[in-house]
Nanobody, 111 residues
Framework: QVQLVESGGGLVQPGGSLRLSCTGP????????MNWYRQAAGKERDWVSA???????GYADSVKGRFTISQDKFKNTVYLQMNSLKPEDTAIYLC?????WGQGTQVTVSS
């Protein structure tokens, strides 16, 4: 059974930082790349960031300059470093690759 497992969410004050991790099968990194999405309560799921198989990076305008995606293929893990967090970043963050999704990790930005 293919699994993507996220971790690293939590409660953080505005302006703070968190690093999310997503671990999955190695073949996904080379075949489809990895994506981060987020879904706030009552809202649609939005794409946040991606890293392609050739290492190209992409970011939604709302997080550009604050979030950084990276990967460690030896650990089969993709990371999302989130800095200068804002209350509007509060959401469940989900990892995606090919047709597979993780269960998500909650990020709450609040004072």
């Amino acid at each position: 059974q293919v699994q993507l497992v996220e971790s690293g969410g939590g409660l953080v004050q505005p302006g703070g930082s968190l690093r999310l991790s997503c671990t999955g099968p190695g073949w996904m990194f080379n075949s489809c790349g990895m994506n981060w999405y987020r879904q706030a309560a009552g809202k649609e799921r939005d794409w946040v960031s991606a890293i392609t198989p050739d290492g190209s990076l992409g970011y939604a305008d709302s997080v550009k300059g604050r979030f950084t995606i990276s990967q460690d293929k030896f650990k089969n893990t993709v990371y999302l470093q989130m800095n200068s967090l804002k209350p509007e970043d509060t959401a469940i963050y989900l990892c995606n690759s090919c047709a597979y999704w993780g269960q998500g990790t909650q990020v709450t930005v609040s004072s």
